[in-house]
């Protein structure tokens, strides 16, 4: 039974097309993220949201618009792809405790969706 | 901005030898994690560290938070093969979470 379930896994595109990727969590959490993981594996924060609420928006393209219809989805959708784009994108989920509890933000991650783009 | 450093960033490690990874940070922070990825996988969580002074160990890995000297340690003892992955700590930055550069680890037979 998948907890942070990602589609689809691989993404093959021409440059300048438009496309989603779909993220979805049975965990119960309140929190969702999408993060980017370039060639060389480094890591990043991209949108977090909490219960639908966009809370963490870093500095990436407007091309890139992430969309929570209720807070076990988080979808992202890029629009007029680039090479740069290539990558593989991460979904994660958290639940929130308060400080100091075992558990803490402790993030659970999706398989991937890796997306090429041509 | 928080920064997140591992070093080193590559370790070829012989069996049953001991190992240590280094996690440092820049900024004050109330939790620090390790994840391990294996190649074409995803992040899997290690250890949570929520205090100074914490340490924790499952296997032959343990973790240690120094959060005086905004260090954390990933050691490994008498490596074995099926450590092979890459191994990220992250630290906790307000709503987020920054991940270090990741620490790949290969284990000769």
């Known amino acids: 039974d998948t907890a942070v379930s990602q589609t689809p896994k691989y993404l093959v595109t021409q440059m300048g097309n438009d496309k989603s990727i779909k993220c979805e969590q049975n965990?119960?959490?309140?929190?969702m993220y999408w993060y980017k993981q370039d060639s060389k594996k480094f890591l990043k924060i991209m949108f977090s949201?909490?219960?639908?609420?966009?809370?963490i928006n870093e500095t990436v393209p407007n091309r890139f618009s992430p969309k929570s219809p209720d807070k076990a989805h988080l979808n992202l959708h890029i629009n007029s792809l680039e090479l740069g784009d290539s990558a593989v994108y991460f979904c994660a989920s958290s639940q929130d405790y308060p400080a100091g509890l075992q558990g803490a933000n402790v993030l659970t991650f999706g398989a991937g969706s890796r997306l090429t783009v041509l | 901005e928080l920064k997140v450093e591992q070093n080193p960033l590559f370790l070829s490690m012989q069996e049953e030898k001991n190992y240590t990874i280094y996690c440092n940070y820049s900024?004050?922070?109330?939790?620090l994690y390790w994840y391990r990825q294996d190649p074409g996988k995803s992040l899997e969580s290690l250890f949570v560290l929520l205090s100074n002074g914490a340490v924790k160990q499952e296997g032959r890995l343990m973790a240690s938070l120094d959060t005086k000297a905004r260090l954390s340690t990933l050691h490994i003892t008498a490596a074995v093969h099926d450590l092979s992955a890459t191994y990220f700590c992250a630290v906790g930055y307000g709503n987020k979470l920054v991940f270090g550069a990741g620490t790949i680890l290969r284990v000769k037979s």
């Open positions: 965990l119960g959490h309140d929190t």
């Open positions: 900024t004050t922070s109330d939790r």
């Open positions: 949201y909490n219960n639908k609420e966009l809370i």
